[in-house]
């Protein structure tokens, strides 16, 4: 049986934006939805407040969904 020798550690810290940890660890509350604002106001507004990923949100007067980030 052939066994492979470690190449190195993997670090999480290395491979992964600030970001992304914060997701892995639950901080999803820092995740804000995008809107294009077709139509009425785009989402978000300099100060808003994160409110995670919620693509409906977009329909409420905030034109069609982009993205979460």
Do not use: W
């Amino acid at each position: 049986m052939k066994t492979s020798k470690p190449m190195g550690k993997l670090s999480l810290k290395k491979e992964l934006s600030r970001n992304e940890q914060k997701e892995i660890r639950g901080g999803a509350g820092e995740i804000q939805t995008y809107c294009d604002g077709a139509g009425g106001s785009p989402f978000p507004v300099p100060g808003s407040t994160p409110i995670g990923c919620q693509p409906s949100y977009c329909n409420v007067g905030h034109g069609h969904f982009l993205y979460c980030a």
